[in-house]
């Protein structure tokens, strides 16, 4: 869902391939070599977009959405450049959670949680999700609505399948925002997202619309861009379809005994609160851990130190939504700050 997907690929594919050029080559010729390709790629793409329509109408693209979808479609250099761009540091935990769920983040999602309350009840009550974690991850992915990328997703889904890196992956992503052109939820103009094609105030790719979204105000359309029934009722949607489990809790923050077997942190360790309670676990304040037999793993996104969470299995349905644990705390701990203020 976000950029945190692409970076270890491009570690893995680009770096090798800078670092061998950098040994051999001065940074002129580098940038000779990067600028040839990049007109190269402009000039092949209007044959492949040729190509790609014939396989698009076998997949059950008409001919008059591919018209109004690809024929005006551009090749934007931007979202190559994007697709490449080495993180410039690795953050830590602390530094990612001090941007994402800042005070004024917190205070923003009370505030819109109050304007919307019977809307997010009605939804909290129909999917079993909370109110909470719908606001939080709004609030996370497009700053509740306020940033959802201004790049028109199949240009940049064009770009990305044609480009080749991960051609497969956007073409198939591709394929299904066209579908939903197709079927009247947005128009190609109005299909707007981040330079990797997610979209609107949740930032789902296409193939994840296709799955989750939903219309959650009953006009026949799923409207994740401009109605906030349909962005919440998708969100919501999403979670109860990858297993949210209503009346729990995504987990808690915890503190660990000194001397923690180490080896015993990470999602594959299940034990129930009762048995990390009795490994020395307690709560931040050091008091002790709720009685429960709930299943639950230790998870430490920030490497060392005694400051930890326990996740429970609802925890791994936010993980579906994008695999970090970084995201995944981050919305636990949003949800948490924002119910605690309401
Ligand atoms: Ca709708």
Same mark, same amino acid.
């Given at each position: 869902?976000?950029?945190?997907?692409?970076?270890?690929?491009?570690?893995?594919?680009?770096?090798?391939?800078?670092?061998?050029?950098?040994?051999?080559?001065?940074?002129?010729?580098?940038?000779?070599?990067?600028?040839?390709?990049?007109?190269?790629?402009?000039?092949?793409?209007?044959?492949?977009?040729?190509?790609?329509?014939?396989?698009?109408?076998?997949?059950?693209?008409?001919?008059?959405?591919?018209?109004?979808?690809?024929?005006?479609?551009?090749?934007?250099?931007?979202?190559?450049?994007?697709?490449?761009?080495?993180?410039?540091?690795?953050?830590?935990?602390?530094?990612?959670?001090?941007?994402?769920?800042?005070?004024?983040?917190?205070?923003?999602?009370?505030?819109?949680?109050?304007?919307?309350?019977?809307?997010?009840?009605?939804?909290?009550?129909?999917?079993?999700?909370?109110?909470?974690?719908?606001?939080?991850?709004?609030?996370?992915?497009?700053?509740?609505?306020?940033?959802?990328?201004?790049?028109?997703?199949?240009?940049?889904?064009?770009?990305?399948?044609?480009?080749?890196?991960?051609?497969?992956?956007?073409?198939?992503?591709?394929?299904?925002?066209?579908?939903?052109?197709?079927?009247?939820?947005?128009?190609?103009?109005?299909?707007?997202?981040?330079?990797?094609?997610?979209?609107?105030?949740?930032?789902?790719?296409?193939?994840?619309?296709?799955?989750?979204?939903?219309?959650?105000?009953?006009?026949?359309?799923?409207?994740?861009?401009?109605?906030?029934?349909?962005?919440?009722?998708?969100?919501?949607?999403?979670?109860?379809?990858?297993?949210?489990?209503? $009346?729990?809790?995504?987990?808690?923050? @915890?503190? /660990? %005994? #000194? !001397?923690?077997?180490?080896?015993?942190?990470? *999602?594959?360790?299940?034990?129930?609160? $009762?048995?990390?309670?009795?490994?020395? @676990?307690? /709560? %931040? #304040? !050091?008091?002790?851990?709720?009685?429960?037999? *709930?299943?639950?793993?230790?998870?430490?996104?920030?490497?060392?130190?005694?400051?930890?969470? /326990?996740?429970?299995?609802?925890?791994?349905?936010?993980?579906?939504?994008?695999?970090?644990?970084?995201?995944?705390?981050?919305?636990?701990?949003?949800?948490?700050?924002?119910?605690?203020?309401?």
């Amino acid at each position: 869902m976000n950029q945190v997907i692409y970076w270890p690929l491009m570690e893995r594919t680009v770096k090798p391939i800078l670092n061998r050029y950098l040994a051999g080559a001065t940074t002129l010729i580098l940038s000779v070599v990067f600028v040839s390709h990049a007109f190269a790629n402009a000039d092949g793409f209007s044959a492949w977009i040729k190509a790609f329509e014939k396989r698009a109408a076998n997949q059950g693209i008409s001919q008059s959405t591919l018209h109004s979808a690809m024929r005006s479609a551009e090749f934007l250099p931007r979202v190559i450049e994007l697709d490449r761009k080495q993180p410039e540091h690795t953050r830590t935990f602390n530094e990612y959670k001090r941007d994402v769920v800042s005070q004024v983040r917190i205070d923003e999602g009370r505030r819109l949680y109050r304007h919307y309350y019977s809307t997010l009840k009605e939804i909290e009550s129909q999917y079993g999700v909370p109110a909470p974690v719908i606001v939080a991850l709004w609030g996370i992915e497009t700053n509740y609505g306020k940033n959802t990328g201004g790049f028109s997703v199949v240009d940049s889904l064009a770009t990305l399948a044609y480009e080749g890196r991960r051609h497969e992956f956007f073409e198939r992503e591709l394929i299904a925002a066209l579908k939903i052109i197709q079927a009247g939820h947005i128009s190609v103009v109005n299909m707007r997202g981040s330079w990797a094609g997610a979209m609107g105030q949740n930032q789902f790719m296409p193939t994840s619309f296709m799955k989750f979204a939903v219309d959650g105000n009953g006009d026949n359309r799923k409207d994740i861009w401009g109605t906030k029934r349909d962005v919440f009722a998708s969100t919501a949607n999403y979670l109860k379809t990858v297993g949210w489990t209503p $009346n729990e809790r995504w987990g808690r923050a @915890v503190r /660990l %005994p #000194s !001397g923690f077997d180490t080896t015993k942190i990470g *999602l594959h360790h299940k034990k129930s609160i $009762n048995a990390w309670a009795m490994q020395g @676990v307690t /709560l %931040p #304040s !050091g008091d002790p851990l709720p009685t429960s037999v *709930l299943q639950a793993s230790i998870v430490r996104p920030q490497d060392s130190g005694r400051d930890a969470y /326990l996740a429970y299995h609802n925890y791994k349905s936010i993980m579906h939504w994008n695999k970090s644990t970084y995201f995944a705390t981050s919305v636990g701990l949003l949800s948490d700050a924002i119910a605690a203020g309401i």
